[in-house]
T-cell receptor
């Protein structure tokens, strides 16, 4: 049972670089989410999707983009990385907006 | 505006002592409330949700709509309860999380 899989686990970026954080789930869940976790700040919602082809902004979407071309995948794109985007990123999925299943996280440093 | 507040960042209790992790929320509709837990080197996972009114690993949480609270309680803490606990609110297809409470159970 793979569940929610995130890659990579760790990444260091230089300021201005771009990258995509990958997230895939094999539970046929409709809902998928991207969160960032900063020390002492809890989890903040970046983007979410309620189904393929549908995405919506969360609390902190600036500097990020997402797409949802399939039910399984929900990649998060960082354009022009900035030090403020140094964080731990979590992807999560849910069948119908109830119980969340989380990935193991991606630790990103922007230097 | 929707908000989840966990006033304690750190909480330490002795093994066998009662533990209560506080959570207050604000939401204009009828939210669903959850507690998620992250044990060391493990993923965030659901501990319990108010709608199921169940006890998981000895923990219970009662939704108090008058006080807008959803405190997590356990009568006798165990060492394996040491973890990070997050209170969360679900509404409008979104989940809102508190800042978390790190619980340490002292042997």
């Amino acid at each position: 049972n793979a569940g929610v899989t995130q890659t990579p686990k760790f990444r260091i970026l230089k300021i201005g670089q771009s990258m995509t954080l990958q997230c895939t789930q094999d539970m046929n869940h409709n809902y998928m989410y991207w969160y960032r976790q900063d020390p002492g700040m809890g989890l903040k919602l970046i983007y979410y999707s309620v189904g393929a082809g549908i995405t919506d902004k969360g609390e902190v979407p600036n500097g990020y983009n997402v797409s949802r071309s399939t039910t399984e995948d929900f990649p998060l794109r960082l354009e022009l990385a900035a030090p403020s985007q140094t964080s731990v990123y979590f992807c999560a999925s849910s069948l119908s907006g109830e119980k969340l299943f989380f990935g193991s996280g991606t630790q990103l440093s922007v230097l | 505006a929707q908000r989840v507040t966990q006033p304690e960042k750190l909480l330490s209790v002795f093994k066998g002592a009662p533990v209560e992790l506080k959570c207050n929320y604000s939401y204009s509709g009828s939210p669903e409330l959850f507690w998620y837990v992250q044990y060391s080197r493990q993923r965030l996972q659901l501990l319990l949700r108010h709608i199921s009114r169940e006890s998981i690993k000895g923990f219970t949480a009662d939704l108090n709509k008058g006080e807008t609270s959803f405190h997590l309680k356990k009568p006798f803490a165990q060492e394996e309860d040491s973890a990070m606990y997050y209170c969360a609110l679900s509404g409008g297809n979104q989940f809102y999380f508190g800042t978390g409470t790190s619980l340490t159970v002292i042997p």
